[in-house]
């Protein structure tokens, strides 16, 4: 990802220069500079030694309880989930979730063989509650706003063993899956303000 001040396509005299192999040149990259405020946490795995922290300006405390990277993702380092482990998101201001600007949660999976009840991602306030999951090759939403329960059909196959994108979208009114670029469920849904920590790879709820 780069970030320049202006770029304009078709125009033969604008450029972009990248240059490597000079083990003697200074780096400069400035990853919080990369996101703007719309994002308010970005998660990468590489490399394997470093500690998993927020990339955005927000610099949202993350807690890694038991994370492996062992393996190589679809880029670098991937971090590891076997259902014991995961990565708790402290609630701040950043993250909280409204419906006025609504949510998006993505990220790039590799389910390995068939998963119980298995979740990405889960968040739990009071009687509010999101919560992203697969079950056998399914992936599911599930949203709980009191005593309503909003859940996309659990018919959004996946892949095993293979690498997707998937996201969830929660909009004002909308609760939406998207795979690898297109809707795969898409559902009506009414939610009042989501706080409390997060959780990559287990349930908010336990």
Do not use: C
Not at 29 to 42: F, H, K, N, R, T
Not at 116 to 131: C, E, W
Not at 167 to 181: E, F, M, P, Q, R
């Amino acid at each position: 990802w780069v970030k320049v001040p202006q770029l304009t396509g078709g125009i033969a005299t604008e450029r972009l220069w990248m240059y490597y192999g000079n083990a003697d040149a200074q780096p400069v990259i400035d990853p919080a500079a990369v996101y703007d405020v719309e994002q308010s946490l970005v998660l990468n795995f590489s490399p394997a030694d470093a500690a998993i922290a927020d990339k955005t300006a927000s610099a949202t405390p993350i807690e890694p309880l038991g994370v492996t990277r062992p393996a190589a993702g679809i880029i670098a380092t991937a971090a590891q989930f076997d259902g014991t482990q995961y990565l708790l998101v402290q609630d701040t201001p950043a993250t909280r979730m409204v419906p006025a600007s609504g949510m998006t949660f993505s990220a790039w999976i590799k389910p390995v063989g068939q998963q119980i009840d298995s979740v990405l991602y889960s968040r739990m306030s009071g009687t509010s509650q999101l919560q992203v999951a697969i079950s056998g090759n399914l992936l599911y939403a599930e949203l709980h706003n009191g005593g309503s329960v909003f859940s996309t059909p659990r018919s959004v196959q996946l892949t095993p063993d293979a690498w997707q994108h998937v996201a969830v979208v929660l909009s004002s009114d909308n609760l939406k899956l998207v795979v690898n670029g297109d809707v795969a469920a898409s559902i009506p849904a009414q939610w009042s303000e989501i706080g409390g920590n997060s959780y990559i790879g287990a349930s908010a709820g336990g």
